[in-house]
């Protein structure tokens, strides 16, 4: 634990572990994974130089190209990671924390930034028909239904619906929320937009800014909320380590990334059993 909590290690190895966890994605990937992990704990002297993650992330750019179909956006954006994790690598190790917590910041910031730009910019999103449609077909928002205690009726309405509309049955069922319901599923909506453009906007923000005390515990309550639903665990993790390397690595924040680890593989074995 004393070397985990050593920056330039403790980064290094949380980023093998990441790795490994993006091999989800693609199983092949499992193998550089397992090796960046081993190659840490074994000669950590290895790790922290920068040529092993820059062909690190010469394989996952490989990767992403010849596979696109199975990658999601949070792979470009570890891919992103380990070329400024190299990059950070590079210099004296006095001033590794200086130039990682850089890239983390801006990587969270641009990030959560196009979320909320995104979102923004299709309406559905802000009226709720976004959310109301993962809530309809999507069992992982189910704890969520749940929470906002949505009829079951309406919910099934709208199902019926939506399978008439996209086999050209010509039902008379809506797709549509009712007006009672609609407003909670827009009211859930909202708030996570506002969560979201929270962290964005503290980490483009300098570090004088006051809030950048937010930074921390915006990402932590968005990713307790977001991952206990929706369980995407490579993302949690590498959104708690970027999280921890902005906040310096300290020692009194290194249960975050268990934690964030912990509540999506809990909601993982919830949606298997």
Known sequence: MARVRE????????????????????TPM???GAVAIGVTLIRPAVAVRPAMWWVMAGLWFAAVILVQDRMEDHVYLFAVWLVALAVSLTGESATFLDRAAW???????VTFAAAVSWKL????????????MFLLFDNRFEPLSTMMWLPDAAMEQSQVG?????TGAGGTSSVEAPSDVLWRVAAVAVLTLFMEAVIAISHLL???SRLAVLRLPSVVLFGVVTYAVVPVLPFAALLALLAMVVARWRPDI???FPVMVLVSVIRLLFLVI
């Open 103 to 109: 890239h983390a910041r801006v990587l969270i910031g």
């Open 254 to 256: 290194m249960w975050v």
């Open 206 to 208: 300098p570090d004088s």
């Open 162 to 166: 939506l399978r008439e509309l996209m």
């Open 30 to 32: 499992a193998i550089p």
């Open 7 to 26: 920056p330039r290690f403790g980064v290094a190895l949380a980023s093998g572990v990441i790795a490994f966890l993006m091999s989800s994605h693609w």
């Open 121 to 132: 910019f299709f309406g559905q999103y802000v009226s709720g028909m976004t959310l109301w």
